[in-house]
């Protein structure tokens, strides 16, 4: 299990985190989003131990990333957002050098190298130089390079980040495997692929966590509001304003008419239902009713209510 500890992290008069905590429970995968300048990176390189933090610690069982850097470092894999590979090198040769910095050799690294290519499905390019393998393989062997040592935490910052959709799918089938045996910390601008794959959202956003749960349970805490879309025939406006009068559940929001129809956009709480009371007044006023359609707040609505403010930054 990882627990971050009131980390802070601040660069001069910048501050890049500010005072988060959470915890991971081992065999979860959970994804880390936040805008372009939310403090991604530099969360994942001080749990990493490539940055240190300005206050607080990161624990990883019984150990701190301040006294036990090293140790920690043993248990870890990372894969950063831009892939450190050596293009003039085989696969195997690459995979090598990693492992032998980690002081795995002979027998040892020929059974790492075993198992990582065939957990990263490596197998068509390990003798192959790595500038010659495609955009989704060098993701692979990155991965691959960051699992040598059979780490027990993953963490990947933009792991798809350049992929085309068939590779995205091939990356992910890969992450869901590898999080059935190990902790998996993973950070994306990819909404959607985050919904896919990971079973815990934390966002961050200007330094400070601001959600943390998983995809159903960020979009019902955040539906407050739920939208009602209508597209009548023969409907006076006066009519339309008077609905609240008679069903107090409901707010017209907005009412456009135009020759033919009116749109209208009505609100209510989410723990209401009135579809039947508009459809029954509807009726009562002789309107012919074309659209009733429902709209409700996905990821992406979060992640853009959540971090709107911090957009267009450069990432810390």
């Not at 985050?194 to 961050?204: E, F, K, L, S």
Request: aromatic residues 6%.
């Amino acid at each position: 299990m990882i627990r971050i500890d009131n980390l802070s992290k601040n660069y001069g008069s910048v501050e890049a985190v500010k005072s988060i905590s959470f915890s991971l429970g081992d065999g979860e995968i959970v994804g880390f989003l936040g805008a372009n300048g939310a403090g991604k990176s530099t969360t994942l390189k001080i749990m990493t131990g490539y940055l240190t933090p300005t206050s607080g610690n990161v624990y990883v069982g019984d150990k701190n990333i301040i006294d036990d850097c090293l140790e920690i470092q043993k248990s870890v894999g990372y894969l950063p957002e831009l892939n450190p590979l050596y293009s003039e090198m085989k696969v195997h040769e690459y995979l090598k050098f990693h492992a032998a910095i980690r002081g795995i050799e002979g027998t040892d690294f020929t059974y790492a190298l075993k198992k990582v290519v065939a957990d990263c499905s490596l197998q068509g390019v390990v003798h192959r130089t790595v500038g010659n393998c495609s955009k989704g393989y060098k993701q692979r062997i990155g991965l691959a390079a960051a699992m040598i040592h059979d780490p027990k935490i993953l963490i990947l910052d933009e792991p798809v980040t350049g992929l085309d959709p068939n590779q995205i799918v091939e990356i992910r089938g890969l992450i869901k495997k590898l999080g059935k045996e190990k902790l998996v910390l993973m950070s994306s601008h990819i909404l959607q692929e985050i919904q896919a794959t990971v079973d815990r959202i934390i966002i961050i956003d200007q330094g400070s966590i601001v959600a943390d749960g998983t995809s159903e349970e960020l979009i019902s805490d955040s539906q407050s509001m739920i939208q009602l879309h209508l597209d009548i025939l023969n409907a006076e406006e006066n009519d339309i304003q008077d609905m609240k009068a008679v069903i107090p559940a409901i707010n017209v929001k907005t009412v456009k008419k135009s020759e033919d129809n009116v749109k209208v956009t009505l609100e209510y709480q989410h723990t209401s239902d009135p579809r039947k009371e508009v459809f029954n007044y509807a009726v009562d006023k002789g309107w012919v009713l074309t659209e009733m359609s429902l709209s409700r707040k996905n990821l992406e609505d979060i992640f853009r209510n959540l971090t709107g403010k911090n957009s267009g930054e450069t990432d810390a």
